[in-house]
């Protein structure tokens, strides 16, 4: 077990406009991995614009493709919770062309309404075949909604037929006018790269962007305990499925309870190693920790059509009551810890992963220090530490449930 947490190094520089760069120089990796965020998501929209932030990044991309050299990686677009992501990967020696399109994406990209047309046809197509189709990995909006009831997590990011139908070139303009500007940007270059010359390709290439007012946005904390809901829902699955999910505290709660956030990742271990021994069906654990909501969610597919929702969740329930009544034993929590461990250690060391981990701490206003505190917390997290947030957290008044049920044949 490894007890000091190996830290990939951060050197930070702020410019004039305000953008903020983070870059981390990993010298075993070939590439030089670019996220540029943007502070704006699906939350900071309303029912009659819904959809807006994805058509945006889809149009800029498309509009800018004729922008790039050959040597240069794909540009693709990342829609977090909180946060937009424009992510790429070039070898070292293309990070001037890379920020070169960048720069242009944020100071005077092309969008025309062609691109916007084909866009929304292109969305509803999509949203089309995503209605019907779920997995352990995709969370349907039906169910979304119920997680987070007040808090603007649950937007529908993908648009209606009919917010999409009312978008047009000037409102997608105006948009963004309102968030794409240096002073709402994080930009993290993490790879075989040298910080210093990072630097002066980003000021090279981005400080003669102005900065422009930023309005303030009134983001919402999730309820800690909205009550216990529940739905039934057909989708496109062969075989009946389970969710149950629990709301959690913010981000920014448990940077001020490492141990806590420690037993978090350890309970997600244990229902991990749960559901690869569990004989009714297989199943994913999921954390989602953001800036005003956090989430523990479940996701159980059967492993016969002969099966219910109602037993698939009954099994969750025998395990998470058994580990709120008696603590792990020590070989358990051992195991679990090793394997959280190596998980946190593998991700300072991974160019694909550590921006994505930068980025997020950044925009939940974290220090970056905080990536080895919360490592040596887990070495400390006890069996009764687990079975305390069990007992806290996975209560009737945090959980969702949702039973899904193939597109044809008879509810139970």
């Given amino acids: 077990m490894q007890i000091t947490y190996p830290t990939s190094p951060t050197k930070e520089l702020t410019l004039d406009n305000g953008l903020k760069i983070i870059v981390a120089e990993l010298s075993q990796a070939t590439d030089a991995h670019i996220e540029l965020s943007y502070k704006v998501s699906h939350r900071n929209e309303l029912s009659e614009n819904a959809g807006i932030n994805l ?125 794409y500007m240096p002073n709402n940007a994080t930009l993290v270059v993490v790879g075989n790269v040298n910080a210093v010359n990072v630097f002066k390709l980003v000021e090279q290439h981005f400080s003669a962007i102005p900065h422009r007012s930023l309005e303030a946005f009134n983001y919402i904390k999730e309820a800690s305990e909205p009550g216990k809901r529940h739905i039934e829902l057909r989708k496109n699955t062969k075989e009946p499925m389970a969710v149950m999910a629990f709301n959690l505290p913010d981000r920014n ?33 999921g954390v989602r920790c953001d800036e005003n909501a956090g989430l523990f969610s479940l996701s159980v597919t059967a492993l016969s059509a002969d099966q219910t929702p109602s037993q698939l969740e009954q099994g969750l329930h025998t395990y998470i009551n058994e580990l709120k009544r008696n603590p792990i034993d020590t070989q358990t929590l051992e195991q679990a810890r090793e394997k959280r461990l190596t998980r946190w250690a593998k991700r300072e060391q991974d160019p694909l992963i550590l921006p994505a981990i930068v980025t997020k701490y950044h925009h939940s206003k974290l220090p970056l220090s905080n990536r080895a505190q919360e490592y040596q917390a887990l070495l400390g997290v006890t069996a009764k530490d687990i079975q305390d947030f069990a007992n806290t957290y996975f209560t009737e008044q945090r959980m969702t449930t949702a039973h899904i049920f193939p597109l044809e044949g008879s509810l139970e």
Wanted: hydrophobic residues 40%.
């Fill in 55 to 179: 058509i945006l990044a889809g149009v800029l991309l498309q509009d800018s493709q004729d922008t790039v050299t050959s040597d240069v990686y794909e540009l693709k677009s990342f829609h977090r919770d909180d946060f937009t992501s424009y992510i790429q990967r070039v070898p070292p020696s293309c990070l001037e062309e890379a920020f070169s399109q960048h720069a242009t994406l944020m100071a005077a990209p092309k969008m025309t309404d062609a691109t916007l047309q084909a866009q929304i046809q292109q969305q509803n197509s999509y949203r089309v075949e995503s209605d019907v189709f779920i997995s352990n990995y995709n969370t349907s909006q039906e169910i979304n909604e119920l997680f987070y009831p007040f808090s603007g997590y649950s937007n529908n990011a993908n648009g209606t037929p009919v917010s999409l139908s009312r978008l047009d070139i000037n409102q997608l303009r105006q948009w963004y006018q309102r968030w």
């Fill in 253 to 285: 709660f448990f940077n001020d309870d490492p141990k806590a956030f420690g037993a978090l990742g350890i309970l997600a271990e244990l229902l991990t190693n749960y559901f690869l021994l569990m004989p009714d069906g297989w199943g994913v654990a």
